[in-house]
DNA sequence: ATGTTTATTGCAAACGTTTGAAAAAATTTG
DNA sequence: CAAATTTTTTCAAACGTTTGCAATAAACAT
């Protein structure tokens, strides 16, 4: 029970703050009732407006709530209803574009029903992902939406996750999922995508097809790899180890491994990025080698990232619906919602990605 | 008061969902009393390792505790301690690199010391934004940090935030400000950034330079203008109002005004963007003319996001220090928990922009 | 055995709100 | 004017947890 000590921990270090100095406490119901003298019963029925209630006193209460601010506290409803209205998302990092865009779709579903998402950053860390769950259970949130950490994948620990099963919180994986749990998820089509990218490229002519890959064991590494590898074992090409090097998804993490590819004796003539930033670097290495693209090398990422049809020359891309997955997501937790206990199951969702063809990969 | 009747008609809207068919009761002190035919007081104290507990009941209880998964109720806590140790962030839009920056850095300071951060996204509308920071305030949130939305500056109105003040509670503008209201605030300065970013221009010997500006009104869009103004001023050259159109921060807003500019009978020898984005899009159109970067057309963005020193050719912009907004902005708040009332004041703290120059602003 | 100290536990109130049922007040009816 | 009815308000409990103070139980000294 490591992480509830901390919580209890963290929880001193605030309240060593003298918050009370200067802020004033907010205005109550009992403080209007006092005023009215009256019970806060009344009070309560006034501001609800409730049909009990006589005219002249919900107006000169209403009137008064409104002057002096009155704001109702949620979290004392929050505890009587047992119902917090809000719900749990985690993510690895927020600055990605897929990331965004699938809070962005969570969003729009659910903020129009009166949920309040509750938005936490693991920055990949499993220590943090564990900690999150924790407080996001604690805090009493009516479901959680989890895009797996790649430390957890490493760990391949799930016992926080068992901890919200047994909850019977809704969880529901985004994008990043952890195979071996049983639990509903949305997640994107890679293989496909993967798949599709190279066989465009070896239509095209290409035989020396290098794969910048993502960080092991992520499902989605692991998905466009296996496109990779499927498509090109479907056409004969050998296999090249020295043509698949590892990187993290960051544009500066692709020029070393593309330097490298380079240096080799037999380089490539086409990459393959698992994400546009990664196609962006290599990019760049190979410009600054002197090479055409997508004459020498052609180049494919995978994103379809906003800024991706405009760069020079334009990227070739694999879309995929990331803001799709929010709203599918959404639809897949107020369905758990209105299911009865015994017809409720997991539910997978696999949405479709799809090659965008631009410039960086046309054939000469 | 149609904010509170919003509030009341979503809790509607949730309750009408039959989670209580699905989502079992967690277990509360109370039960672990029972079972242990004790006082709800001793399991608390035995679960907080309280020193004047029996040592064998406190194991006996904790290990009970941890079989069944209890996790004490933050919501219960939060109303007894009337603190909930959670933070408001109101931004306009969680997909760009500056914001989720941003956010990165109040997360880095205030998460370890317990803090939850409560995201909200009001997609540049003000009536989000006031609905947000109601709940916000609603559900006791200890403080508000808040980027302005662009309907805001346009409507002019601030009475939401006249709450919060009232309240008490720390408001603290993040990058975007409302310039006359008075709270505390952590800005960029834009201005210089911009002026730098001319003068680099001018002093390359550029005569004709545009300004694809952002949104009118927003403070980012405004400084960053007058940067450019003022500049242009110091040197004499003369403003052209055709030299000068509006974008809106996305690329591809800015396809067709800078299509316009080349289409003028004297079109420009340099393009300052309001972001890297915006200068991203320019840099496409300049191309498809047939026109060489730098040489013909100088370009410069703002904010030197990660793929700035990547894409070809590599884009001189100015640095804008998002994630240290956050660290600040925490700071600034954590000082007026420490503070008493008296010498509690209006901070305003402006951090340094800079200019990165890179080959698309290159001298000939 | 009795008084004194010490170690444990229980009681009760509090946080702010809602709500069914009971009570009180106002109105109508005979 | 009393009885019956209607309108309006209050009471009390509940949500889950903590905590000062009182109470009990155990251990010890006399």
Known sequence: MQTFEKICNNFGVIKNHKTEMNSQRPVTIKDIAKKFKCSPSTVSRALNDHHLINEDTRKNIQEY??????????????????????????????????????????HSVLQPLGYTL????????????????????????????????????????????????????????????????????????????????????????????????????LTVSEQRFRGYIDCLKKYNLPIDEDLIINTNFRVESSIVPTTRLFDLPNPPDAIFGVNDQVAI????????????????????????????????????????????????????????????????GVERIVLPSELIIRESSLNF
Request: glycine fraction near 8%; proline fraction near 4%; charged fraction near 25%.
């Open 65 to 106: 709530a409104q002057k002096v601010g009155y704001q109702r506290n949620l979290v004392s409803l929050s505890l009587l209803n047992k119902k917090t209205a809000s719900l749990g998302v985690i993510v690895p990092n927020i600055s990605s574009y897929q990331e965004s865009a699938m809070i962005d779709g969570l």
């Open 118 to 217: 509750n938005i936490c950053v693991t920055n990949e860390q499993y220590i943090l992902e564990t900690e999150y769950v924790e407080k996001l259970l604690s805090n009493r949130v009516e479901g959680i939406f989890l895009s797996v950490s790649q430390e957890t994948y490493d760990a391949g620990h799930y016992e926080h996750l068992e901890n919200v099963i047994k909850r019977k919180v809704p969880l529901i994986f985004i994008d990043r999922e952890y195979e071996g749990f049983e639990t509903s998820r949305v997640t994107i089509d890679d293989y496909f995508g993967a798949f599709a990218a190279i066989e465009h490229l070896v239509l095209g002519g290409r035989k020396r097809i290098a794969h910048l890959k993502g960080p092991n064991g």
């Open 281 to 344: 670097g290599a990019m760049k290495v190979i410009r600054e080698r002197g090479l055409q693209i997508p004459k020498d090398v052609a180049v494919i990422g995978f994103d379809n990232s906003p800024i991706s049809p405009y760069i020079f020359p334009s990227l070739t891309s694999v879309a995929r619906p990331g803001r799709r997955i929010g709203t599918e997501a959404s639809r897949l937790f107020l369905n758990y919602l209105n299911a009865s206990e015994d017809e409720f």
